[in-house]
T-cell receptor
């Protein structure tokens, strides 16, 4: 069974530029998550989708971050414009459903904003 | 507020020895799941072990076992017969049984297995 796929693996941009990350969850997983992991910290949820609907985006900085999950499968996370403090690893995860289901993580995208 | 505390930022253990990583958490909810995830230098977060809070029996997975003390809100991970491949960051996390499935993570413990 294929795992969670993410691209790109690394990205370097200058502040005020825009960037987009892509995630393909495990086949059949209805729930998809985007986490931000700043160096030295545990991951923090940015947004959670159930199929193509948003379940929780309370921690998403909506003035610069946006995310979508068209057709309830792949998802993209965009940052526009990027700030220095957005430098982090962006992790995508998926689970079969909610209610304590185990989340499976992708390899992450490491973003450096200069 | 939901919090997870891992009080040991770094630990080391000799190969083949046993090590225990500590984790405490705080929640007012009664139904939840606890997890230990491993994050090697490649950065892929990998599930190590999962515990259902309503189960008394401690979860085990090969060389990995937990000591779950619900009243004390403690969830430690024991790694037996440590191997070089166990070198990684270890994160303790929990999520609720109902509602959204958001994982609340601790800050991690960096474990180094010494040959």
């Amino acid at each position: 069974e294929a795992g969670v796929a993410q691209s790109p693996r690394y990205k370097i941009i200058e502040k005020r530029q825009s960037v987009a990350f892509w995630c393909n969850p495990i086949s059949g997983h209805a729930t998809l998550y985007w986490y931000q992991q700043i160096l030295g910290q545990g991951p923090k949820l940015l947004i959670q989708f159930q199929n193509n609907g948003v379940v929780d985006d309370s921690q998403l900085p909506k003035d610069r971050f946006s995310a979508e999950r068209l057709k309830g499968v792949d998802s993209t996370l965009k940052i526009q414009p990027a700030k220095l403090e957005d430098s982090a690893v962006y992790l995508c995860a998926s689970s079969y459903s909610t209610g304590g289901e185990t989340q499976y993580f992708g390899p992450g995208t490491r973003l450096l904003v200069l | 507020a939901q919090t997870v505390t891992q009080s040991q930022p770094e630990m080391s253990v000799q190969e083949a020895e046993t090590v225990t990583l500590s984790c405490t958490y705080d929640t007012s909810e009664n139904n939840y799941y606890l997890f230990w995830y491993k994050q090697p230098p490649s950065r892929q977060m990998i599930l190590v072990i999962r515990q259902e809070a309503y189960k008394q029996q401690n979860a085990t997975e090969n060389r990995f076992s937990v000591n779950f003390q619900k009243a004390a809100k403690s969830f430690s991970l024991k790694i037996s017969d440590s191997q070089l491949g166990d070198t990684a960051m270890y994160f303790c996390a929990f999520t609720f049984r109902t509602g959204a499935n958001n994982l609340f993570f601790g800050t991690g413990t960096r474990l180094t297995v010494i040959p």
